[in-house]
């Protein structure tokens, strides 16, 4: 059973307001990402990070930040939230550097985000 | 341009009867190809995999066939199941570039008829 947590689960704010999303997982993981997704469409990678103190951006272009200060955790900040950053945000992680089964992600439930 | 394509947005199928979900993809260099069932306010899970090497991969009721020349894959539900109901996402990725990061199809919502 993977263990990968996010919070909030759903969050509704205000427009310019300033939001961390967080994701936490026990297992160990050294890589992590951040997918965006929105009903009907494909998973879009933001944000990843090999281990400490690395952070990558992904495929689509995101306006959030990402930190990596510990394996176990790596929280998404919108500085100033927007009608069009609503979209819900997944947090996964898989090992890195086993093999070929080091490309199973481990996903967390994600955060529903609508920004007003 | 999509690598990934999961050309049917949704399938419906009776309970006990063979669901098959399929994915094409684009891009030569994939070389490892993943299954994931999403529910509605979760995150995807991960159901099956297989590696380029392979043809066929079985896991109970879950089996992933792959033809690399046609550049297709396909999963097979047999039976199926009501709880097999959900979002189905098809990912490659190539080793080696981006250290295996994944690209996702836009996903196929399996409906199982009780």
């Known amino acids: 059973e993977a263990d990968i947590y996010q919070t909030p689960r759903y969050l509704v704010i205000g427009t310019g307001k300033k939001i961390t999303l967080e994701c936490s997982q026990t297992?160990?993981?050294?890589?992590m990402y951040w997918y965006q997704q929105d009903p009907g469409m494909e998973l879009h990678l933001i944000h990843y990070s090999y281990g400490v103190n690395s952070t990558e951006k992904g495929d689509l272009s995101s306006e959030s930040t990402v930190s990596r200060i510990r394996t176990e955790h790596f929280p998404l900040t919108l500085e100033s939230a927007r009608p069009s950053h609503t979209s819900q945000y997944l947090c996964a992680s898989s090992e890195y550097g086993q093999g070929r089964q080091g490309n199973e992600q481990f996903f967390g439930p994600g955060t529903r985000l609508t920004v007003l | 341009d999509q690598q990934v394509k999961q050309n049917s947005p949704s399938l419906s199928v009776q309970e006990g009867r063979i669901s098959i979900l399929n994915c094409d993809y684009t891009n030569s260099m994939f070389d490892y190809f993943l299954w994931y069932k999403k529910y509605p306010a979760e995150g995807p899970t991960f159901l099956i995999s297989?590696?380029?090497?392979?043809d066929k991969n079985e896991d109970g009721r879950f089996t992933v066939f792959l033809n690399k020349s046609a550049k297709h894959l396909s999963l097979h539900i047999v039976p199926s199941q009501p709880g097999d109901s959900a979002v189905y996402f098809c990912?490659?990725?190539?080793?080696?570039?981006?250290?295996?990061?994944?690209?996702f199809g836009k996903g196929t919502k399996l409906s199982v008829k009780p």
């Open positions: 297992m160990g993981h050294d890589k």
């Open positions: 990912a490659a990725s190539a080793y080696g570039g981006s250290q295996g990061n994944l690209i």
């Open positions: 297989i590696s380029s090497i392979k």
